[in-house]
């Protein structure tokens, strides 16, 4: 999954011990299957977010084991509230065991003994360690400085494969996507009891979910035709999610549905400011996870977002505006039709046009 590695006695069954960063030092803990822009499928890792002013702290590792990659994207990053900082933006994967993985993403500057150890990793380089030389620590030690406002964790066993994803093998692009497991089963529950309070999600599973996949119905991911997988071969390399579709729920609230459309649909950001490509649907239903090939046509009132309340930014419900409508249609069980009527109640979309499109799994 992240290159060769050796295996070592001892490091079974592997708990999540030490937070991954001070829970006094952020705001919130943000689960799996957040979607929005570019994240048009629910994404594999959660997110810790400063949303005010903070001091910022190190992120350290929650259980002991082998630093093995730190790669450095082509660009710098800055917390929000101060542009003028730079910090390098990082990827780290730590192997807790040699199933068992770690990954921080848009972290900054390394802590020094980490940094010694690795020494100068140019932007846009990388390090990796043959398998018998990477970097060991311990549980809560320091891995690096929160270098913006927030950023990435995720947690994959090898051991484990999601079973929500009809066909594992269009993920192959990103490997670690398809043995993705929430953080929150291996924690401590000293863990648990410090971190969940600061969590978004407050329903079982805390850490969110990722696959909805039901053969035979409109639940889950879907890729646009003649794209054939998540790394949407056939588009513009750096917009792959273009061909995305997701037909699934919200990540903090997971009654609520959602439909998330990367291509363009027609709408821009004045249409909706909070939606990011992620839209309602006008009285939440009928549930994706019930229609099949026997429903025929289905029709989707698709609505802008909004927060019902102050206290959690995470959550959103439908504000009632009817944006368009999406029309969808189960043709085999890896096959869907679509289309979005801009501007259109259900009532005056009533059947698909030449603009409609296919989507498989």
């Not at 150890?117 to 380089?125: H, I």
């Not at 053969?215 to 879907?222: E, Q, V």
Request: proline content about 6%; hydrophobic content about 40%; some cysteine.
């Amino acid at each position: 999954m992240f290159g060769p590695l050796t295996c070592r006695d001892g490091e079974q069954n592997v708990r999540l011990t030490h937070p991954i960063y001070d829970p006094e030092l952020f705001d919130v803990l943000v689960p799996m299957g957040r979607m929005w822009d570019s994240h048009v499928t629910p994404t594999d890792h959660l997110y810790v977010f400063l949303y005010e002013e903070r001091e910022r702290g190190m992120v350290r590792t929650p259980a002991a084991g082998r630093l093995i990659r730190v790669e450095s994207f082509s660009r710098e990053q800055s917390p929000f509230w101060d542009a003028s900082i730079k910090e390098p933006d990082l990827r780290v994967v730590i192997a807790h065991s040699c199933t068992l993985f770690s990954v921080f993403i848009h972290v900054g500057e390394l802590a020094p003994e980490v940094a010694a150890a690795v020494g100068d990793v140019a932007q846009g380089g990388r390090w990796s360690p043959g398998p018998d030389m990477a970097v060991d620590l311990a549980a809560g030690d320091p891995i690096a400085v929160l270098g913006g406002s927030s950023f990435d964790y995720s947690l994959h066993d090898e051991t484990t494969s999601l079973a929500g994803f009809q066909v594992p093998q269009h993920y192959e692009g990103e490997p670690w996507k398809v043995h993705t497991v929430d953080p929150f089963d291996y924690m401590s529950d000293e863990l648990v009891a410090a971190f969940l309070p600061k969590n978004a999600r407050q329903v079982e599973p805390y850490g969110g979910r990722i696959d909805y996949d039901i053969p035979g119905t409109l639940a889950g991911n879907w890729f646009l035709d003649g794209t054939v997988d998540y790394r949407g071969d056939g588009l513009d390399e750096a917009r792959y999610w273009n061909g995305h579709l997701s037909i699934s729920y919200d990540h903090i609230d997971p009654a609520e549905i959602r439909i998330s459309i990367g291509r363009d649909v027609g709408l821009t950001f004045e249409d909706c400011r909070s939606c990011g490509g992620v839209y309602a649907v006008k009285a939440n239903s009928p549930d994706p996870a019930t229609i099949t090939i026997a429903d025929g046509i289905v029709r989707y009132e698709m609505t802008g977002r909004m927060q019902p309340s102050a206290e959690n930014r995470e959550r959103s419900v439908s504000d009632g505006v009817v944006l368009g409508t999406f029309l969808a249609q189960v043709i085999d069980d890896a096959t869907i039709r679509v289309e979005f009527v801009l501007g259109a109640s259900a009532d005056a979309a009533q059947a698909f046009s030449g603009d409609a499109v296919l989507y498989r799994r």
